[in-house]
């Protein structure tokens, strides 16, 4: 269907800078009016890339929990706390749960979703390796938390994509 | 805030019959509160009188500062009567008859001046902006050096589960991290593995020792404070107080731009002569990280709101995406 979404956003912005914005006339109407233009901007670059950014996103982090699995698997076998092992069962619940019946489309929402969940499980297994820090042969430890803080650098970097081109500016 | 309604209160409070509201204006940006500048007229013994009035209350959905309006009112009151420059604060109103728009307020004196600072980044006004650092820095002298527990700030925790009291000097950073950990926890509206990781660092890093248990202003900035030429003539902005260690407010103070009036060290040296108190540069360093993952919280709690639909200001939408420019200077300095 045309016009597209970023077609229209692009309409929306040029016809509020024009038309709107100059007769903005408090500090507070000037400051929405900015507020307006710097997220119709972020919309602007987010609506094309944010599927697929999320898509790549969530895929890094179910190969995180799959990494995690293969360092930490010997803390199953050696009866580590309750707590590791807690979390390492959801862990591996989380990367074999499926957000989506097979075959249909993944929209931003749901996959949304899914990366907030598996967000939320890489947050959970990184506090309790922390906590039970000295459980953990101090080799596996590091290895594991390494493996997560790249993981976390990356996600960054996608983001960074879709903020960094807008955020330079005043955002009110 | 509806005129009538001013009108209404102010008559009661002053308890004149002919008051008039003849200026109300909303203070920009006002983004984590409400501050309304009022000025009145009314006949007071026979004479006419002019006063002016500083209304203060949250946004309709709330606050972005996850601590109560009355928090402020209350560190306002135990300032009174110390050498730190402040407007008084004459009413807290919680009567349901009295509310604005169903919201709770408290109002202050209103004192002239200016929030802005004249020529920033113009060399041409190098010594006038010098003359400024210091007069900030001495300020922030008599703030840090106020008896707390003469001034009933001991009270506080009576009051407030957020207002925590140091036993010693060594857990001024570790009290103040721990809470806002939970803060954070309980007001961000996703997940943020990045920020679990900066908390460890800062757990890691955390100041072992304060030079003692200190008034600590929070979001302490130069454009916080009322200006009359290069005189504070009143210190604003108390929603973030509590007791701590003062490395903090010059990290605040050094990410709100302090250094663009003087270079921050020599702002410091300055401090710590008229004060007498040393900030640990290590201190320093971890409070850069910490204000910022503070500041960060904050901004979530906005975006939370702005996701629930409470509060509705495109600027707070725009401000969660500002937010993650701070997560990212928060993981280049914690080498993430």
């Known amino acids: ?172 | 805030m509806k005129q009538e309604d001013i009108t209404k209160y102010l008559s009661y409070r002053l308890e004149a019959n002919d008051l008039l509201v003849t200026e109300q204006q909303r203070v920009f940006p006002g983004i984590s509160r409400e501050t309304w500048l009022v000025d009145v007229e009314f006949e007071q013994d026979g004479q006419p009188t002019k006063r002016g009035f500083v209304f203060r209350l949250d946004t309709p959905g709330g606050s972005i500062v996850p601590l109560p309006l009355s928090y402020e009112y209350e560190v306002y009151k135990r300032l009174r009567g110390t050498d730190v420059r402040i407007a008084d604060v004459y009413w807290y109103e919680r009567e349901s008859q009295w509310l604005m728009d169903g919201r709770e307020f408290y109002v202050r004196e209103k004192v002239d001046g200016v929030l802005d600072i004249p020529h920033l980044g113009d060399p041409a006004y190098r010594d006038m902006h010098i003359i400024m650092a210091k007069e900030h820095a001495e300020q922030m002298a008599k703030v840090h050096t106020v008896d707390w527990r003469e001034q009933g700030f001991g009270e506080m925790a009576d009051l407030y589960p957020e207002w925590l009291i140091p036993g010693d000097e060594t857990e001024c950073a570790r009290l103040d991290l721990e809470l806002w950990e939970q803060i954070f926890y309980e007001v961000q509206p996703e997940p943020y593995p990045a920020m679990t990781y900066a908390l460890s660092w800062l757990k890691e890093k955390c100041p072992q020792r304060s030079p003692g248990i200190r008034l600590v202003k929070g979001n302490n900035a130069m454009t916080e404070e009322i200006w009359q030429g290069t005189r504070i003539v009143a210190m604003s902005d108390w929603e973030l107080t509590h007791l701590g260690d003062p490395a903090e407010d010059w990290a605040w103070a050094a990410q709100q731009g302090i250094g663009q009036l003087w270079e921050l060290d020599k702002i410091i040296d300055h401090y710590q002569q008229v004060s007498g108190i040393q900030i640990d540069p290590g201190n320093l360093a971890y409070f850069r990280v910490f204000v910022l993952f503070k500041a960060f919280t904050c901004l979530q709690a906005g975006s939370r709101m702005f996701i629930a639909g409470n509060d509705r200001r495109v600027q707070l939408g725009a401000l969660a995406f500002l937010s993650h420019t701070f997560l990212e200077q928060i993981v280049k300095l914690t080498e993430l």
């Open chain 1, 1 to 172: 269907m045309r016009p597209s979404v970023k077609q229209l956003i692009a309409g929306i912005r040029w016809s509020f800078k024009t038309y709107a914005v100059p007769d903005l006339s408090s500090r507070l109407g000037q400051s929405t009016g900015r507020s307006i233009m710097v997220l119709l901007d972020h919309l602007h670059e987010r609506v094309e890339v944010e599927g697929q950014l999320l898509m790549d996103d969530n895929e890094d982090m179910r190969s995180l929990f799959e990494t995690l699995s293969n360092f930490l698997s010997p803390l199953f076998e050696q009866g580590a706390g309750t707590e590791i092992q807690a979390a390492l069962g959801r862990m591996r619940e989380k990367a074999e749960k499926q957000f989506r019946a097979v075959g249909s489309y993944p929209g931003v929402d749901s996959l949304t979703e899914e990366n907030e969940e598996l967000k939320r499980t890489v947050v959970d297994v990184f506090r309790v390796l922390q906590q039970h820090k000295g459980s953990v042969p101090e080799e596996m430890y590091l290895k594991a938390e390494r493996a997560m803080r790249d993981q976390m650098r990356r996600q960054l970097d996608r983001e960074h994509q879709w903020i960094e081109p807008v955020m330079g500016k005043r955002p009110y």
